[in-house]
């Protein structure tokens, strides 16, 4: 499985757009890039997933380039409630068992 | 969305017992199921994977006798500390997978052994 690195932790205020990237340089053709969302003493929460270019959906942004060898996700005007630690994990065609690096623990200010 | 339900949510128990936690699908079958363990601060760690109807397959320091797991369907899956110490208190997170769809996680469960 391919290793994530993402920053261990980001400041933010409330209503700023947040945008956490992942490098995963060695990932594979047939891997898709995952990020999760986990609140203290929760299981983690699936928030995006995508292979190439642009995914958007209800929550948030995922940004890969060509060469896919990096990923960026973006919180569009976050509140104190995104407040949580954020995974970015490169899954295999077959969805197997998921690895989970450090992952970014976001802190939202007032 | 699919949904995946952990019981007990908390469990307290004494040095040397056992204790089973139950991971259920509540609205798809699940052919394969993950165990993980969360202690405080740290990153979730892959325990073992469980399929239905066949032995786990567990990752490498976790002691298959001590951690006991079970796929006795396609919605359940359990796993069984068995002579719990301190040192196995951490949080207890099972996923499912569900065809075609991302995988999803259970609520957890807080293991505390006195």
């Known amino acids: 499985l391919a290793k994530t690195t993402q920053p261990i932790s980001m400041d933010s205020y409330e209503g700023q757009e947040v945008n956490i990237t992942c490098s995963h340089n060695n990932i594979a053709t047939n891997d898709y890039i995952t990020w999760y969302q986990q609140f203290p003493s929760q299981g983690p929460r699936f928030i995006i997933q995508?292979?190439?270019t642009k995914v958007t959906n209800e929550v948030a942004s995922l940004f890969i380039p060509a060469d896919r060898k990096s990923s960026t996700l973006s919180l569009p005007r976050v509140s104190l409630s995104d407040t949580a630690v954020y995974y970015c994990l490169v899954v295999g065609g077959s969805q197997g068992n998921l690895i989970f690096g450090k992952g970014t623990k976001l802190s939202v200010k007032p | 969305g699919a949904v995946v339900s952990q019981h007990p949510s908390r469990v307290i128990c004494k040095s040397g017992t056992s204790v089973k936690i139950e991971c259920r699908s509540l609205?798809?079958?699940?052919?394969?199921m993950f165990w993980y363990r969360q202690f405080p601060k740290q990153s979730l760690m892959l325990m073992a994977t469980s399929n239905e109807g066949s032995k786990a397959t567990y990752e490498q320091g976790v002691e298959k006798d001590k951690f006991l797991i079970n796929h006795a369907s396609l919605t359940l899956s359990t796993l069984t500390v068995t002579s719990a110490h301190p040192e196995d208190s951490s949080f207890y997170i099972c996923?499912?997978?569900?065809?075609?769809?991302?995988?999803?996680f259970g609520p957890g469960t807080r293991l505390t052994v006195t």
């Open positions: 996923s499912a997978i569900r065809r075609g769809h991302e995988q999803y």
């Open positions: 995508g292979y190439k």
């Open positions: 609205d798809f079958q699940a052919t394969t």
